[in-house]
């Protein structure tokens, strides 16, 4: 009858209901938890952004002290390097006086260096003040090691160093030689452009060119082709025994 046909419609409407009920709050409940789960993933990525960008921060902050630091050693080692000079500007290199044997009667390496001295024609206790000598290196049997003369000014250094060219003609001193005294980096590196100026001679296309160094430039033809690669104090302090060629 009509009445039981609208009991069944209404307790089926009543179970759709339900379900529709339950269906709704089941995608409620998952709609909500996934977007509880971007909303937690957009603060990891915003804390991480915000990381990302503290950390540059730090970066630069750390590349400007950086810098400022290779500046402040930049700034000490080169006027370390100028100290080192003026230094060396004092001192000569001598070779050639033997070690454990006598030389011009003498024992002693300042006594030796002293009759060196004044084998070309400097008296030392008159010309010269005070200095100092001391053998370069580890000993050994089968060499003689040179020695370093440390004067206390420049002027003793550069009286001697115009000697050398009259140690020549000195048989007591045909072995010795003397050279200033410069850093081994320095001394490296004006070997290095004097073995590229050799080489620069001795290439073909060179044949008639004038090649020489000059202020620290290997020039040929007047155009540099290379130079010295340090910084400008050494150029002050070449030794003595390269000189320039045409």
């Known amino acids: 009858d009509t009445a039981g046909y609208m009991q069944i419609m209404i307790h089926e409407l009543t179970e759709m209901r339900k379900g529709n ?132 000014n420049i002027a003793d250094r550069t009286l001697i160093l115009n000697k050398k060219t009259a140690m020549q003609g000195i048989s007591a001193l045909t072995s010795v030689s003397i050279k200033k005294d410069i850093h081994p980096l320095a001394r490296k590196e004006w070997q290095r452009l004097y073995t590229a100026m050799q080489a620069a001679k001795n290439h073909p296309d060179n044949v008639g060119k004038k090649i020489e160094i000059r202020s620290g430039e290997l020039l040929v033809n007047q155009m540099k082709v290379d130079q010295f690669k340090k910084p400008g104090w050494a150029y002050n302090f070449r030794p003595s025994s390269m000189q320039s060629h045409d």
């Open 21 to 152: 009920d339950l269906f709704r709050n089941e995608m409620m409940e998952k709609m909500m938890n996934e977007l509880k789960a971007v909303r937690e993933v957009n603060e990891k990525m915003a804390k991480a952004l915000n990381r990302m960008e503290t950390m540059e921060e730090e970066i630069q902050t750390l590349k400007a002290r950086v810098n400022q630091q290779d500046q402040i050693i930049e700034q000490q080692q080169q006027y370390l390097e100028v100290i080192d000079g003026r230094e060396r500007a004092k001192n000569l290199i001598v070779f050639g006086i033997p070690e454990n044997a006598d030389f011009l009667g003498k024992s002693d390496d300042k006594d030796k260096v002293k009759a060196m001295v004044s084998s070309l024609g400097i008296d030392p206790e008159l010309n010269l003040q005070s200095f100092h000598v001391t053998r370069l290196g580890k000993e050994r049997a089968d060499r003689c090691r040179a020695i370093k003369v440390c004067f206390g």
